[in-house]
Nanobody, 123 residues
Framework: QVQLVESGGGLVQAGGSLRLSCAASRRTFSRFAMGWFRRAPGKERESVAAISWSGDTVYARSVKGRFTISRDNAKNTVYLQMNSLKPEQTVVYYC?????????????????WGQGTQVTVSS
């Protein structure tokens, strides 16, 4: 069983930045792609970004150019740097570990999920 623990969420003003972290318990963390997803109240889960074990990345169109996903395999941690945040209600960001090494944006490609961290962007 893999445990994923997100951190770094909070309240930020529109235009500001936050950096989310996700620590994984699995020693084979580096072998798998990782992804970030988010869900707003009453809405479907939305893909944000994904990264391969070697650092290849893919982004959702809505965040491309503003968000950056990265990972530190030595620390079993994946990050999501979020810049130029837009005002929105509280959104929960989740990290997930893929079933494979390929970074995909489809939630179905992920096997393990964290509990999420809340982000609120005020206007």
């Amino acid at each position: 069983q893999v445990q994923l623990v997100e951190s770094g969420g909070g309240l930020v003003q529109a235009g500001g930045s936050l950096r989310l972290s996700c620590a994984a318990s699995r020693r084979t963390f580096s072998r798998f792609a990782m992804g970030w997803f988010r869900r707003a109240p009453g809405k479907e889960r939305e893909s944000v970004a994904a990264i391969s074990w070697s650092g290849d990345t893919v982004y959702a169109r809505s965040v491309k150019g503003r968000f950056t996903i990265s990972r530190d395999n030595a620390k079993n941690t994946v990050y999501l740097q979020m810049n130029s945040l837009k005002p929105e209600q509280t959104v929960v960001y989740y990290c997930a570990q893929s079933r494979t090494v390929v970074p995909v944006l489809s939630p179905g490609g992920y096997e393990y999920w964290g509990q999420g961290t809340q982000v609120t962007v005020s206007s």
